[in-house]
């Protein structure tokens, strides 16, 4: 099974400002890699696939970015709806995801 | 709008079988471009994919089916065209299957075997799950 490991668990940003999430895979995932956002009480919503391809109607301020083993989810300038859990996915052998990073108001 | 709904018992007991269902609309189960699964997400917040189903224009009568190797023996999926509904089935559950059960879409880039390449672009809203 491939192991995904994120980094950090938690992450405080101010508003406006970037946040950099990273992603490592326990073996190559080529570009095998999808990026969801999870808010309390709802469903994972899908913001990239490809490792960097957007989602349908996923603002431009997130970007993706990687290939092989390391990942990395760049959110340019923090807006209020964007604290929340961000979960990385790999779909190259199987389905697994890392434990998530929480990204939070600073 | 694709739309997913989880719908079954929020409370099993222990050695009991847990059955859950997820009605989609606006997109045919059937349709070659999708696999559906069930993932479900744990208290703790951990995501492990649990399992899928997929038809195909030759495997309409008989749609593949593929379980994570870790509940194999206690899991079943299977769907109904005809209500485009999918459904869930594990047996002999304990308190370590207590999680959130969503279903969510695939989204087919190519049909590898045995591991198919696909993103998860649609998720049901997710069901608790309680075993106690």
């Known amino acids: 099974e491939i192991v995904m490991t994120q980094s950090p668990a938690t992450l405080s940003v101010s508003p406006g400002e970037r946040a950099t999430l990273s992603c490592r895979a326990s073996q190559s995932v080529s570009h095998n890699l999808a990026w969801y956002q999870q808010k309390a009480g709802q469903a994972p919503r899908l913001l990239i696939y490809g490792a960097s391809t957007r989602a349908t109607g996923i603002p431009a301020r997130f970007s993706g970015s990687g290939s092989g083993t390391e990942f990395t989810l760049t959110i340019s300038s923090l807006q209020s709806e964007d604290f929340a859990v961000y979960y990385c996915q790999q779909y190259n052998n199987w389905y697994t995801f890392g434990q998530g990073t929480r990204l939070e108001i600073k | 709008q694709v739309q997913l709904q989880e719908s079954g018992p929020g409370l099993v007991k222990p050695s009991q079988t847990l059955s859950l269902t997820c009605t989609v609309s606006?997109?045919?189960?059937?349709?070659?471009?999708?696999?559906w699964s069930w993932i479900r997400q744990y208290p703790g917040k951990g995501l492990e994919w649990v399992g899928h189903?997929?038809?195909?224009?030759?495997?309409?009568?008989?749609?593949?089916?593929y379980y994570n190797p870790s509940l194999q023996s206690r899991l079943s999926i299977s769907g109904d065209t005809s209500r485009n509904q999918l459904s869930l089935s594990l047996s002999s559950v304990t308190a370590a299957d207590t999680a959130v059960y969503y279903c969510?879409?695939?989204?087919?880039?190519?049909?590898?075997?045995?591991?198919?390449?696909?993103?998860?672009?649609?998720w049901g809203q997710g069901t608790l799950v309680t075993v106690s």
């Open positions: 969510a879409r695939g989204r087919l880039l190519e049909r590898r075997f045995p591991s198919p390449l696909y993103y998860f672009d649609y």
């Open positions: 189903i997929y038809y195909s224009g030759s495997t309409y009568y008989n749609p593949s089916t």
């Open positions: 606006g997109g045919s189960i059937s349709s070659g471009a999708y696999y």
